[in-house]
Structures are given as structure tokens and as C-alpha cells.
């Protein structure tokens, strides 16, 4: 009989934590608008779409009206594409129904929600909050104002041990060319490719950032000009022989990469503008190519 009672007693626990689990879960806008906020799943459903009878209202063309749904049950909470349009994105996987995991990305339209689960949901919540201050939602490589604070204390570093330090600017050419053949969903996915592309073909210390829309920048502590001329046109090759994909659709793109040192430039904003200047240099020079 005591066995019997001890049993039972764990498989009662089991299921409420997995209820806790479910229904304290959420969702958290990281890129688009309204960014930040938190939708809970306490109801156990959020509906996502254009609609104003949506709990997720998301006013964008790309949206259906009735766009997705996500359910919590017990244990497992699944997101379900209703017929929309343009599809539900699931860490960029197109899906028609999908159960869902800590962490993962949702993209409906051009809005990217992230979903979270666990024990410590408010804790979680306000470590994505956090992240958002550093982190780009599109391409999840860092924003401009972590690039700003962390170029400011390479460049203290650099003078105080006088250490090399680059700065590499590059601009997608005719990216307006981009959304006005292939739609700004197509730009966007492109974007996060080509982020994640650079981020991948870059070290460790290496700090890659989106600054505008389709403006990146790469700092390189202990790298010299020369060097950083070097990085930027072994990125401008990679970029130019590769193909980036939008829903089976083969998109084409080249960048214009400028390059400044430290040296003269003693600050933040003067090295921005000197590779600034280069980047310019290189988009008038017709694109595709390095300066600086």
C-alpha cells in the first residue's frame, strides 16, 4: 500500500510541473513592431493574424487575417499554420505544425517572436529584454549600439597597448533592387543569411554587427589595414560565389566593403566615418569591391 501511495503521488507531481510548464510559457516580439513585448499562454491559445480578433494582432500586408495559432497542452505547446499566405517560419523552417522548444524563433510576416518556457519564466523574460539591447531579432548578430560600446573600448585598448584595431563597413549593392523583385520577405531572409554567413567565416574575437537595415560592420582587434583589406575581400569573394535562397528562389547579391585602422582616427565616430568613407569610395566605384 505505501508503494502504491508513493507512486501515484509522483506520477500527480509529474503532471502538474508539466502543467506549470505549458501555461506559464510565452511569447516575446524581438524584431518588428512593438518589440519586447510579452504575449503569456495562461489561456492555453493565442491566435496570431492581421485580424483585430487575433490576441497577437500584427497589422502587415505579409499576414493573413487568420495566420497561426499556438496552443499549450500538456507537456507540449504546438504552433499551427491556418492556410496562411506567406507561411509560419519555425528558426526559418517553413511548417504547417510544430511542436515548440525553449528558445525557438517564430517569423510571421516580418515580425520574429521568440518563444519561452521553463521554470523561471519572468527571469527568462527579462534576459531576453536584455538581449534585445545588444542583439539584432532579424539576424541575430549584434546591434549597433553594442558595436558603439564595444568599438569604444577596443580603441582604449588599442592605444593603451598599442595593439592593431580594424574596422570593416560592407553594404549589400542595389539591395532596393533586392525587395522590388523578390518581395521585402525575401530581403529580410537574405539579410539573416548573409549575417549569418559572415558571422561564420569570421573569429571568435571578432565582433559582427547590423547597423541599418542593409549595413553591417566588423570590428578586428589586433588586425592592421592591411590585413583588414585582406578579410574584407576574402568576404566579398565568399559573398559574391554564393547564393542565397527565399522559398526556392535562387537570389543574387554582392557587397561594397570600406576599411579603416585606428591611427588618426582616436574615437568612435571619426573610425565610422573613415570606413564610412571607404564604403562610399567602393559603391561608386560600381560595387562589389573593397576600399580603404
Known amino acids: 500500500m505505501i508503494a502504491r501511495k508513493q507512486k501515484t503521488a509522483v506520477t ?11 501555461s506559464d510559457a510565452c511569447l516575446v516580439v524581438v524584431y518588428g513592431d512593438e518589440l519586447g513585448r510579452k504575449y503569456t499562454l495562461a489561456q492555453g491559445q493565442l491566435a496570431i493574424g492581421r485580424s483585430a480578433q ?14 497561426a495559432k499556438v496552443v499549450a497542452g500538456f507537456g507540449e505547446t504546438v504552433i499551427s499554420d491556418l492556410g496562411s499566405t506567406n507561411g509560419t517560419y519555425v528558426n526559418d523552417e517553413l511548417v504547417d505544425s510544430k511542436a515548440l522548444a525553449d528558445g525557438d ?10 518563444y519561452l518556457s521553463g521554470n523561471n519564466i519572468e527571469a527568462a523574460y527579462y534576459e531576453e529584454i536584455y538581449r534585445l539591447t545588444t542583439i539584432d531579432g532579424l539576424t541575430q548578430v549584434y546591434n549597433r549600439r553594442y558595436l558603439n560600446e564595444q568599438l569604444e573600448r577596443e580603441i582604449y585598448r588599442a592605444r593603451r597597448y598599442s595593439r592593431d584595431l580594424s574596422l570593416v563597413l560592407f553594404e549589400i549593392d542595389n539591395f532596393s533592387q533586392v525587395n522590388h523583385a523578390f518581395g521585402h520577405l525575401a530581403g529580410d531572409a537574405v539579410l539573416s543569411q548573409l549575417a549569418k554567413l559572415i558571422r561564420g567565416n569570421s573569429r571568435r574575437e571578432d565582433l559582427v554587427a547590423r547597423l541599418e537595415r542593409e549595413l553591417f560592420g566588423v570590428v578586428l582587434p589586433e588586425i592592421n589595414l592591411k590585413n583588414a583589406r585582406n578579410f574584407a575581400e576574402r568576404v566579398r569573394k565568399l559573398v559574391d560565389s554564393s547564393h542565397f535562397d527565399f522559398e526556392g528562389a535562387a537570389v543574387q547579391i554582392t557587397i561594397s566593403l570600406g576599411c579603416a585602422a585606428i591611427g588618426q582616427q582616436s574615437d568612435v565616430p ?3 566615418a573613415a570606413a564610412s568613407q571607404n564604403l562610399a569610395l567602393a559603391k561608386h566605384r560600381g560595387g562589389n569591391c573593397v576600399s580603404g
Open 54 to 67: 487575433c490576441d497577437i494582432q500584427i497589422d502587415q500586408e505579409a499576414i493573413s487575417r487568420q495566420h
Open 12 to 22: 500527480v507531481i509529474s503532471k502538474i510541473a508539466e502543467r506549470c510548464r505549458t
Open 270 to 272: 571619426s573610425m565610422i
Open 105 to 114: 524563433l517564430i517569423k510571421i510576416g516580418r515580425t520574429i517572436l521568440k
